[in-house]
């Protein structure tokens, strides 16, 4: 689903484990890693997708993990122009996203990543909280780094360690080469 402002709608899982280390995944055939995430369908709750992304790309099932929390708003973030698809309606310019926070209350045996058809990952590893924030590709990362940090109480109740700061994005302009001043 695309909203009126070009934004798919998508949920975000975030899988912690009880030291507090995050799931990271593999896209499959890429060296690109990520946390797993999907699109809601029409006529279907953030909660539903939830799930039913977190069967077809992890393979848990609700009984293998334990739902902690979720953001309190939608975060978004747009796709650099080069990926943007002009030739599809609607355009899809980018995704908000509720991100969910689960505890894996299964085994790791459970996790799946050739659980369905096609599968979304080839790999995956339990990694410390904040490094996603610094490998995630670039144009994800100021909502990674808004949901791990919205969502760490929940994981550290007595305090989260350190998030780390996140660059200021370049707003200057340069100067058109030859233009006289």
């Known amino acids: 689903m695309i909203d009126s402002e070009g934004f798919r709608a998508n949920v975000g899982i975030i899988l912690t484990n009880d030291e507090g280390s995050v799931f990271w995944a593999r896209r499959i055939g890429q060296n690109a890693w990520q946390f797993p995430q999907g699109g809601i369908r029409h ?3 953030p909660e539903e997708a939830l799930y039913r992304e977190l069967a077809e790309e992890v393979g848990l099932q609700p009984e293998h993990v334990e739902l902690v929390g979720s953001t309190t708003r939608w975060l ?3 796709l650099p122009r080069r990926l943007i698809r ?3 309606k609607p355009v899809c310019i980018g995704q908000k996203q509720l991100w969910f926070m689960l505890r894996l209350v299964g085994d790791e045996a459970d996790v799946r990543l050739d659980a369905s058809e096609r599968p979304e990952f080839d790999d995956w590893c339990w990694v410390d909280y904040w490094k996603p924030v610094r490998e995630v590709v670039f144009f994800k990362r100021r909502v990674y780094h ?3 940090e919205e969502l760490a109480p929940l994981v ?3 305090g989260a360690p350190e998030p780390p700061s996140m660059p200021r994005p ?3 302009r340069r100067r058109r080469q030859g233009a006289s001043g």
């Open 43 to 45: 006529n279907e709750t």
């Open 76 to 78: 978004r973030y747009h």
């Open 86 to 88: 002009r030739n599809r």
């Open 146 to 148: 808004c949901a791990l």
């Open 156 to 158: 550290f109740p007595e």
């Open 170 to 172: 370049d707003r200057t």
